[in-house]
């Protein structure tokens, strides 16, 4: 998939823990697990909100488009 979830980026440079940051938004730590991994279909604005708010950064900061090499 061309969209890349930099979630554990952020958490590492913030140093904060997975665990911390879904006690924080209010969902379980394995969708926060989940959303590191890049194996959801979507995020929620109001939860990408409050990731957002959380770790004092950008959506950008958490989302990367990368396309895919079609010459493979």
Known sequence: MPII?????????????????????GIAEQN???LKSGKVKGVRFDTLEKICEILQCQPGDLLEYRPEDKSA
């Not at 952020?10 to 938004?25: F, G, N, P, V």
């Open 32 to 34: 926060v697990s989940l």
């Open 5 to 25: 979830v930099n979630l554990d980026v952020m958490l590492a440079k913030r140093k904060m823990r997975s665990r911390d940051l879904a006690a924080q938004i």
